[in-house]
């Protein structure tokens, strides 16, 4: 079976000349490390994070910003230019470029959301429950973060409970002690995915 990469790769475009691949899962369910992980074997796509779309008063409200500013340029070919959110300073930083390159990673809770699924080539999920996903970000993020997960949990709670990613994910990705897993989703196209990708 050909590697997941050269299975992505092969995937028709989805956003004008993009193949867009979603990476979503629960805060703290290891999304950034396999996303950062998928593009060195990718060869180095732009990689969009959506923490830099997302603010504090729009914990996951951000569709249309995402789709104004990202979607629609790259949709038409263009290079898309957005402002990424600095959490720490609580305001959006300097315009930041993302090329329409043939694929473009996504990363965050959310990347599966209703409102993208048409546009992605591809679905995948970092197959952790909620409960060891907040857990794993909570000791990651120590103390001083304490009260952002406090008011962060019953957001993403309430944003799954009416927009589930995991039952569209072509991909369900599980991490393991030599790499991860890789299974076919709930909501896998007619092709396998199945497969062990090592890291």
Do not use: N
């Amino acid at each position: 079976m050909p590697p997941l990469t050269t299975r992505l790769r092969d995937l028709p475009p989805t956003c004008g000349p993009v193949r867009l691949i979603g990476v979503d899962g629960h805060a703290g369910s290891g999304k950034s490390t396999f996303t950062r992980l998928l593009a060195e074997r990718l060869g180095g796509p732009p990689v969009l994070c959506l923490d830099d779309i997302a603010d504090h008063d729009r914990l996951f409200d951000w569709t249309d910003r995402l789709s104004r500013r990202v979607l629609e340029p790259l949709a038409r070919g263009e290079t898309a230019v957005y402002s990424a959110y600095d959490w720490a300073s609580r305001r959006f930083g300097p315009p930041r470029e993302l090329p329409p390159a043939p694929v473009v990673l996504i990363e965050g809770v959310g990347a599966g959301r209703r409102a993208l699924r048409p546009l992605l080539a591809a679905s995948l999920w970092m197959d952790l429950s909620a409960s060891q996903a907040w857990a794993r970000g909570r000791a990651r993020d120590g103390d001083a973060q304490r009260e952002f997960w406090d008011r962060w949990e019953p957001a993403e709670r309430e944003h799954f409970a009416e927009d589930p990613s995991r039952p569209f994910a072509d991909l369900l990705v599980r991490p393991g002690r030599e790499g991860y897993r890789l299974l076919d989703g709930p909501g896998a196209r007619p092709r396998s995915w199945s497969d062990r990708h090592r890291g």
